[in-house]
Each structure stands twice: as structure tokens, then as C-alpha cells.
């Protein structure tokens, strides 16, 4: 399991060059799978972790505890034992193994709910966890506005890659989990480029998002794309900043992530290969001479164990599985 010990430094942006499909818009990623853990939530967790104890509500000593499916907590337990805290993970049954492995080796707690209850059940135990645990806090990344906050600072090396070729970026597309990372970025890019169109991508199985704007009713399935599809419309995601919603499903992403490994060579996990795939079928809309951005979030590494893209216990518990 790569260790990538470090701080957390600007990505590399991008441009996809044996993906890029002739006549499409051109399409450019941000790495933050490069980042230390692996993953994007180093960027939020460094910057959350700061501004709390600038505002003097965490301290170390006190235990620090989040939900997650892994990047989160493999990103809060590294930077929080760095900073002498102890940490608690609230977990969803069913994710992977080297997302527990990589937690556990932070030397974070990690407690398990579900797979039925998935993140509500998870974000429900957490807070009773705090209320029976004194010296604790809950940082709660899907609600405390600190997670969209520290994404602006991504947006911010977006427009400076994006100067650096000359180029202004007419389209940014994104799959939401808890609305962070959309939400960071869009605010830094709509003011810095007024005509840019930004669309928010869900799985479709769980859609609460695209429901919502459709007038349709909502309901949570099982998926396979861990870390999206949170079962409902994240507070974190500041919807005035979605222009348009579209849809992917599990096998969309885990296809175009091994079309990135073995044709770009950027060894990337699924929600990355689901960005993607949502980029390259808008870029196909596109004159060529436009440009979309997306993210890449973590590493493929992640999901060796499920490399077909099931989870534990996936074909035998259908619905249960997240």
C-alpha cells in the first residue's frame, strides 16, 4: 500500500491526449489522486483541521470523528495523528479492504454500521458518539461548510493552469458525494469565468439531485461507485452553482477507470473513470476548440480487492451492498 507521506501540494492539471477523441471539446483533469493518502480529501481535512483550531473548537488531545467510506478517513486519520489527535471512523459495512487497512495503519478506530443504513445511518452514530464521548467532536465534512471552503484553493490552481496555456475553460463537470468538491471549485470558476456552464454528475442509482430538478420521486439503491450518492442532496452542495445534472452509472465508471489506467496511464479509481465518461460524452457535443475540466479523486490502489467492480458480498445482497 503506497504510503504517499507529505504534505499537500498543488496537482498536476491534466490534459487527456490518448482519450481525447478527434473533433470532441479537449478535456483536462485535476490529479488529486496524487495527493498524500491517495486521495482529494487531503485537501479538505488539512484545511478543516486548520481553521478549527484557529477558531480555538478543536484542540490536540481531543478525538476527532467523521463518516466516510474510506478517503475521508484515511485523510482525517493521517493529518489528525500528525497533530496528536485520536481519531474515530464511522464506516459503512461493505467498503473496501485497503480502505480499512489504509485507515487502521493512521492508527484511527474504525466503527462500522450497515451497508442498509449507509452514510445517514454512519452521520446518526457519530453524533451519538460525541454526545457519549467528552473531548470529542464530530467534523461532520457533509454539512460543515469548511469542506466547500477548502476546495476554492483547488479552483484556484485550476485558473492558473488554465492561464498558463492560454486557454479559458468553457465547461466544468463533476460527480457529487458530499458537494465539496463541486461546490469549492464552481464558486472559484464562476467568478473568475462568468460564461462557464458547470454540471454536477450523480450515479444513477442514486440520484437525489437530478430528482429533485426533475420532479421526480427519490429513492436510494445499492451502488458500486463508493463515495457518491450519498442518499440525499449534500448541504455542502450549493445548488445556485449547478447550471445542469446528468447521469452515470457503477459500470460507466469502472470501464473508463481502466481505460485511464492502460491507455493514459493515470492510475485512477472509479468515480474518476465516471467523471470521465461524463466529460467525454459532453465533450462530444462540443466544437473542438472548447475546453472541460474535471477531477480525478483517488487512486486505483484503493480498489484492488473489488477489481471487478463488486463489492463484499455484492451479487448475493443486491440492494444491501453500497
Known amino acids: 500500500m503506497p504510503s504517499h507521506q507529505g504534505p499537500v501540494k498543488p496537482t498536476e492539471l491534466h490534459e487527456l491526449t490518448h482519450l481525447a477523441e478527434p473533433g470532441a471539446a479537449r478535456i483536462f483533469a485535476k490529479c488529486e489522486f496524487m495527493n498524500p ?41 493521517r493529518v489528525g495523528r500528525d497533530r496528536g489527535y485520536k481519531i474515530a471512523i464511522i464506516m459503512p459495512a461493505g467498503m473496501t479492504e485497503e480502505r480499512r487497512k489504509q485507515i487502521e495503519t493512521f492508527g484511527a478506530t474504525i466503527i462500522e454500521t450497515s451497508q442498509d443504513g449507509f452514510l445517514l445511518e454512519s452521520e446518526d452514530t457519530a453524533r451519538q458518539y460525541v454526545a457519549d464521548h467528552p473531548g470529542s467532536h464530530f467534523l461532520d465534512q457533509s454539512t460543515n461548510e469548511l469542506n466547500w471552503r477548502s476546495w476554492r484553493s483547488c479552483g484556484h490552481e485550476i485558473v492558473a493552469g488554465m492561464k498558463e496555456r492560454g486557454l479559458v475553460p468553457d465547461h466544468f463537470i463533476c460527480s457529487v ?85 492502460a491507455e493514459e496511464g493515470l492510475f485512477t479509481g472509479p468515480t474518476a473513470g465516471g467523471n ?47
Request: proline fraction near 4%; hydrophobic fraction near 35%.
Open 276 to 322: 470521465i465518461f461524463a466529460a467525454q460524452r459532453l465533450a462530444r457535443t462540443l466544437p473542438p476548440e472548447q475546453v472541460v475540466v474535471t477531477v480525478l479523486f483517488d487512486a486505483a490502489w484503493k480498489y484492488f480487492s473489488i477489481w471487478d467492480g463488486k463489492y463484499r458480498d455484492y451479487e448475493n445482497a443486491g440492494e444491501r451492498t453500497q
Open 177 to 261: 458525494g458530499t458537494g465539496g468538491t463541486f461546490t469549492g471549485i464552481a464558486d472559484v470558476l464562476k467568478a473568475e469565468y462568468p460564461d462557464i456552464v458547470t454540471t454536477a454528475v450523480e450515479v444513477d442509482r442514486s440520484a437525489a439531485l437530478y430528482a429533485k430538478r426533475k420532479g421526480l420521486p427519490f429513492e436510494h439503491h445499492a451502488h458500486n461507485m463508493m463515495g457518491l450518492g450519498p442518499g440525499k442532496v449534500p448541504s455542502n452542495l450549493r445548488e445556485e452553482l449547478v447550471d445542469e445534472v446528468e447521469l452515470i452509472t457503477g459500470d460507466d465508471g469502472w470501464t473508463t477507470m481502466k481505460r485511464l489506467i
Open 37 to 77: 493518502t491517495g486521495s482529494h480529501k487531503d485537501r479538505v481535512f488539512s484545511y478543516m483541521l486548520d481553521e478549527l483550531e484557529k477558531e480555538g473548537r478543536i484542540s490536540p488531545g481531543m478525538t476527532l470523528v467523521e463518516c466516510s467510506t474510506g478517503n475521508g478517513g484515511a485523510a482525517l486519520s
